[in-house]
Structures are given as C-alpha cells and as structure tokens.
C-alpha cells in the first residue's frame, strides 16, 4: 500500500484529510485540495532519493484508485507521451487488454484516456470504454507504443514498485497471458491479443 512520507516540522500542526496527514503552518495556506493531495502522496514516488517523476510534476493521479481520465492538458499530456493526437491510423490496428488489481480490487480502466475531450481527436493508444481494452491505431507499419505511454496519457506513475499513489516494496507484479513479465511494466511493448495483468497485492 502506499506510504506518504511527511516530515514533522516544529511548529506546525496536524490535519487529517481522508487518510492523508498533512501537516499545515500556522500561517495562512492557500491551495486546492486535489494540490494537497498530490503532495501529501509526493513520498510514494520516485526511486528513494526523493526525485519526482516527471509525470508527477506535472501533477499526476499519485494518488489511490480509481483515477479518471484527464480532461485537462490532455494535448500536453499525449505529448509528454511522445505521441500525438489524430488524424487515426489504419496501418497497425489491434487491442491489447490491461487489468489492474490493487488489495485484490479491480481497478477500473477508464474510457477515453488519450482523447482530447474539447476536439474528440486521439493518439495512437488510447481507450473508448471501461473493459481494459487498449485500442492501437497507429499509421506506420511495425511502429511499437508501450504500456508507460498509456499511462504517461493517463497521468497516472508506473514503475515496478508504483501504480499512482500505491507502492509496493514487493514489486508490481506483471502477467501477460497468464506469464509473469519481469521488469518496469512502463517499457512493457503493447502487441495483439496481450491480456495484461498489473497486481499489487
């Protein structure tokens, strides 16, 4: 499970807000929740030297499931992801499955990640419903998306101790048709008839 790391400062007090502790100055803090939650969640990421992903400093969902579809930024978010958004392609077309089990929960996949809600335009990888269908569309033959871009899209951390706000010191565990994958699921190339598993238990 995921484990805030928050430092105890003299002179501040503690609030609890959900299951999140933060700790807030006696003088006057002006944010958004959703900007307490992403640093409240900031010791859940990186590999132990304190670094922030860069999708997190782009404020990403390091938080605990489930985590919606961005509708924000989504342009800059495909970007990020090194892809781009429409016109779709027909030269590769085909649909890996991705489940997401956390505590033994299923996480929901949610429709239209990589799709741009003001233009209805979408990247190569993308999702239209809420099965875990991965839908690959792309325009060049032999072009290879991976499982990071998806998430990179979605705003959401991968690594192999990180689903969004969840860590583990035991490693996401990674299937692929029913066979353990070692390795950072982020780089994990997307192909036809993939049924992926990411399970941290």
Known sequence: ??????????????????VVNVRIRSTTVVMSLATVATLAFAGC???????????????AAATMPPWPAPVDDVPGLVEAAG???????????????????VDGEQVLI???????????????????????TIHIEADTVGETFTLGQLFTQWNVPLSEDQIGGVTTDNGVSVTVNGRRVAGNPAELQLRPEQRIVLDVS
């Open 110 to 132: 949610p429709p239209n990640i990589g799709v741009d809600p003001s233009t209805g335009a979408m990247s190569a990888v993308h999702t239209h419903e809420s099965d875990g």
């Open 83 to 101: 892809l781009d958004l429409g016109p779709m392609g027909t030269a590769e077309h085909h649909h890996p499955t991705l489940s997401i089990v």
């Open 1 to 18: 499970m995921c484990r805030p790391v928050l430092t105890t400062v003299p002179g501040q007090r503690s609030r609890s807000i959900g």
């Open 45 to 59: 990421a990186g590999d132990g030297d304190g670094s922030v992903p860069a999708a997190q400093e782009r404020g």
